[in-house]
């Protein structure tokens, strides 16, 4: 069984630095795209970033890019989501997602993502 499980979340004044972590087991979490979504109150998820199952191809959304960086540890099974110079419209829950395929695309698609994580609260005040 495939469990994603993030930690790292919390409350911290804009500007600040957060480091998100999200450790996979129960797939060969090597072969797999991973990616990071956020969801505010009363809105959508929305796609964060992703990265490539080899860490060769990152994306990010424009919101976010300059600020975060994703990264993964395959030797560890865990990738990260580093979020600098935060702002109050980051507060969300944070999620980490593996994609269905391995080896495949890198996508922004939340449909694209079969297993999720239970999410991690950040809360970024002003």
């Known amino acids: 069984q495939v469990q994603l499980v993030e930690s790292g979340g919390g409350l911290v004044q804009a500007g600040g630095s957060l480091r998100l972590s999200c450790a996979a087991s129960g797939r060969t979490f090597s072969s797999y795209n991973m990616g990071w979504f956020r969801q505010a109150p009363g809105k959508e998820r929305e796609f964060v970033a992703v990265?490539?199952?080899?860490?060769?191809?990152?994306y990010y959304a424009d919101s976010v890019k300059g600020r975060f960086t994703i990264s993964r540890d395959n030797s560890e099974n865990t990738v990260y989501l580093q979020m600098n110079s935060l702002k109050p419209e980051d507060t969300a829950v944070y999620y980490c997602?593996?994609?269905?395929?391995?080896?495949?695309?890198?996508?922004?698609?939340?449909?694209?993502?079969?297993?999720w994580g239970q999410g991690t609260q950040v809360t970024v005040s002003s």
């Open positions: 990265i490539s199952w080899n860490g060769g191809l990152r």
């Open positions: 997602a593996s994609d269905r395929d391995p080896f495949g695309v890198i996508t922004t698609r939340t449909v694209e993502y079969d297993y």
